[in-house]
């Protein structure tokens, strides 16, 4: 049984009602501008210089642009190395972007973070994808959790931060008395809720969630993301949700972003996306889930290979494997723009081909 069937069943806990898929009125929380993340891969500066070779930028993500309502999620989806998870550590400061600008709640998130942003920090917090790697194991849980509320000043005695800490587990499905042990004493989803408690910790209004169920088992997974599910509809959370399972996107997202390349190639409401998605590459990783209509079929892969992201190809870097491509689509790199609804960077698309 996969993640989406459980989470349809319920066998993992109630589900919330989903919220409802955003409105031109509603004021975004988050709006990203035209955010590129580079980096310098070339070699040590004397072999450039015996060799006579240029630097290389690996341009990680190049020219993303995208809002977040409050309370609703994005999710970005694409094939590994396509930029998503550099995406995410922008957004919470751990990259500052080549060019470009964060802004929540209307502040230049990067401005302030240079003058200290201390406020903003608190309000937006990061879930890490492996739960084994992101809990220090020297640390019991109890300090882990309350790490965050002594550096923002939240708690002002350790009786205070124990009930903190104990509300905190509480609300992720946990016991109190969990506060007590060390992270190696938890299975991988116990972890995770940790995490997500940890995140909370500063009450934030924005999480970015880098892939937090990829490392589970199935069963776990639908456990994980309910509980996700109900703290965002109880707290109004707004997330980013990086992923490059769709089935779970479905589930969990309002909005869905494709990146191609470190591009967004396709940005729509999800269930315009899932039913009529406009660009070949998102098309074809559509194709390529398992459906249960389908048992007996063999399922279409996505085809061809991701070109060399040091060296990718001229105009639409899709089109080595899209089956409409033309001679423009080979010489001229198409914007991402309004069509039909959805946004779009394609030329056939743009055309009326596809």
């Known amino acids: 049984m996969g993640v989406s069937s459980l989470l349809e069943s319920g066998a ?32 040590p500066l004397l072999n450039r210089i015996l060799e006579r070779k240029p630097r290389q930028l690996l341009h990680a993500v190049d020219e993303a642009t995208f809002t977040i309502n409050k309370g609703e999620t994005l999710a970005l989806v694409g094939e590994s190395g396509c930029g998503k998870s550099t995406v995410a550590r922008v957004l919470v400061g751990l990259y500052q972007p080549s060019r470009g600008r964060f802004f929540f709640k209307d502040q230049d998130v990067h401005a302030a973070l240079a003058k200290g942003g201390r406020e903003l ?30 550096e923002h000043g939240l708690v002002t005695s350790k009786t205070e931060a124990q009930e903190r800490v104990a509300a905190l587990l509480q609300s992720v499905g946990l016991a109190a008395v969990d506060m007590a042990k060390f992270p190696h004493q938890f299975s991988g989803g116990q972890r995770q809720r940790i995490s997500i408690a940890r995140a909370l910790a500063t009450q934030p209004e924005f999480l970015v969630c880098d892939e937090p169920t990829s490392a589970l088992d199935v069963s776990v997974q639908a456990q994980v993301l309910n509980i996700m599910k109900n703290l965002q509809r109880e707290r109004q959370l707004t997330y980013l949700f990086i992923s490059h399972n769709l089935a779970v996107v479905r589930h969990v997202s309002d909005h869905v972003g494709v990146m191609y390349l470190g591009r967004i190639v396709e940005l729509a409401p999800k269930r315009t996306l899932f039913a009529t998605p406009r660009h070949p590459y998102t098309r074809m990783l559509l194709d390529a889930i398992p459906k249960m209509h389908d048992t007996g079929r063999a399922r279409t892969p996505v085809q061809g290979e991701v070109p060399n992201p040091l060296n990718p190809p001229a ?9 409409l491509a033309n001679a423009r689509c080979k010489a001229e790199r198409p914007a991402l723009q309004a069509i039909g609804g959805v946004q779009v ?10």
Request: with cysteine; proline share 15%.
């Open 345 to 354: 960077a394609c030329h056939a698309v743009e055309e009326g081909r596809a």
């Open 315 to 323: 105009g639409c870097t899709f089109h080595p494997r899209c089956p």
């Open 12 to 43: 993992a806990g109630p589900r919330p009602n989903p919220p409802p898929e955003g409105d031109g009125a509603t004021q975004p929380l988050v709006r990203a501008e035209g955010l590129a993340m580079s980096f310098d891969v070339s070699p």
């Open 121 to 150: 920090r608190r309000g937006i917090q990061m879930i890490f994808q492996d739960p084994y790697a992101s809990l220090n194991p020297r640390w019991k849980v109890a300090d882990i959790i309350a790490e965050p509320l002594h």
